[in-house]
């Protein structure tokens, strides 16, 4: 280990090949490491912020308002009550004399003037440290309004981001099973830890109706109320997040029998053994349903292909570092790389478990380097050592990439770009190729330390030989 990884740490970063694989994960951040992670708070919001029409108000200071407001590239198909941020903007005498009138009066008067079909309440650090009663609040205004009124209990100093997903699951498990089923197809599917990104669930939802697969509830992304509180009515959860929405997937099944199935929706290989996966699961209720899914992955494939080959040809191996959220992303980009020819020389995630890890160790290469809730000193060090020419993360990790001259590829809560799909993969070849062999990185520091290779420097040729 290099003396920028601290002592206390030595347990979180594992060099694939170099010792038996051990991995310890879910622990606290270390204090004074400035940890790439978001706090309890943040967890919950991004989670349920792409519910559309519901009103999200969050009890505390202004900051915490600000700080999550449209934190996501969450698209709508119709309302866009998510994209307003509301807080109660606690003053100093609201710590000293209690926050619960104000709460109440803010919430009266929101729920009146925009007439929302649900509203949650989101508490913050300072509402856990001067004790208000956020669930009797919001149960008064519930009883006195009739609508749901769901508190968060998502104070930031309660855990880490894992915690607010938490939180999020048992907020929105209040919704479902309070509305009908009546008219519900028999093959039918809830699609938990999409959050529409660039309008992603728009892609993956067509997928489905060409199966002959109905969708129930979009969870989060594209989220209505009424849908969710429906969602016990599908006869299966499909669970892409698992960080964010697993949670909420085991509470259905202990509650109501739903099985779930892990799925992913990006790259070519998980992509398609996603639509298998359900398809499988409703061979007996439709005989028919695996030839329409394999019919739909060979058509797109057959239009896919031939593309991706120009790109591959280009990229074959360049070095790729992935440092993201939740570690379901990690295992699907280290695919996708794979598939353009490129090595992954480092992986990481905020909140993967032992078993995401595991399952890391086994899909990468020897030499690569896995590590969970990294912090810029670590990450920096990693790059600088692996010599990486693209580094895939969130808008926290971006300068990082930029400070050092390497490539960045946005695979967060901003992105406008649809990645996921058959199509999404096809915008990821052109994103990553468009930044790696971008002739700007001969002129950055990281290049200029490097004797330069002919290939490197006769860019310019080689992006005038793909045609896009």
């Known amino acids: 280990m290099t003396n920028t990884i601290f002592a ?22 270390l204090a004074g490491a400035v940890s790439q992670r978001a706090c309890v708070f943040c967890g919950s919001r991004v989670v349920l912020y792409p519910i559309t029409d519901a009103l999200h108000l969050v009890h505390g200071p202004i900051g915490c308002a600000a700080y999550t407001w449209d934190i996501r590239g969450a698209l709508s198909s119709g309302p866009e009550l998510h994209r307003h941020s509301y807080s109660t903007d606690l003053q100093e005498s609201d710590v000293i004399f209690g926050g619960e009138d104000k709460l109440y009066r803010a919430l009266t008067q929101l729920i009146e003037r925009i007439n929302p079909k649900a509203a949650f309440v989101y508490s913050t650090c300072i509402v856990g440290i001067i ?32 915690a607010g997903y938490n939180a999020a699951c048992r907020a929105m498990f209040q919704l479902v099973g309070t509305g009908p089923i009546d008219d519900i ?24 109706e060409r199966m002959g697969v109905k969708v129930v509830a979009n969870i989060t992304g594209d989220g209505r109320v009424d849908d969710l509180r429906r969602a016990h009515g599908a006869a299966l959860n499909l669970v892409q997040c698992s960080g964010s929405t697993i949670d909420l997937a085991k509470m259905m099944k202990d509650e109501y029998k739903i099985p779930f199935l892990r799925v992913s929706y990006f790259g070519v290989e998980d992509m398609a053994d996603s639509l298998y996966k359900v398809a499988d699961f409703f061979k007996d209720l439709d005989p028919e349903i695996m030839e329409r899914t394999k019919a739909l992955v060979r058509d797109e494939l057959s239009e896919l292909y031939p593309k991706l080959k120009e790109y591959r040809k280009a990229l074959k191996g360049k070095k790729a570092a992935i440092y993201v959220g939740g570690a379901f992303k990690a ?12 090595t992954v020389e480092l ?8 078993e995401d890890y595991k399952e890391l160790h086994e899909i990468t290469d020897p030499g690569t380097i896995i590590v969970d ?28 990439a930029y400070k050092l001259g390497v490539g960045f590829c946005d695979h967060n809560h901003e992105r406008k770009e649809a990645l996921e799909g058959f199509v999404g993969m096809l915008n990821f070849a052109k994103e990553v190729y468009s930044t790696v062999m971008s002739p700007v990185w001969r002129f950055t520091p990281r290049k200029q330390a490097i004797s330069s290779k002919p290939q490197e420097m006769d860019v310019c040729h080689e992006r005038k030989a793909i045609k896009n």
């Open 131 to 162: 004790g208000d009663d956020l669930s009797g609040v919001c149960k008064k205004v519930e009883r006195e309004k009739g609508i749901p009124v769901i508190p968060v209990e998502s104070e930031g100093f309660k855990g880490n981001k894992r």
């Open 185 to 208: 197809s028999p093959l039918s599917v809830n699609i938990l830890g999409d959050f529409n990104l660039a309008g992603e669930i728009w892609i993956v939802r067509e997928y489905f």
């Open 347 to 354: 992986v990481g995630s905020q909140t993967g478990t032992e």
């Open 8 to 29: 206390e740490r030595k347990d979180q970063v594992h060099r694939k090949g170099e010792e038996p694989f051990q991995m310890a994960c879910d622990k606290e951040s």
């Open 331 to 342: 295992f699907s980009l280290v695919k996708a790389f794979r598939l353009l020819g490129m």
């Open 373 to 400: 809730d990294s912090n810029p000193l670590e990450l920096s060090s990693f790059l600088e050592e692996k010599d990486v020419d693209i580094f895939v993360g969130g808008v926290k990790e971006r300068p990082i």
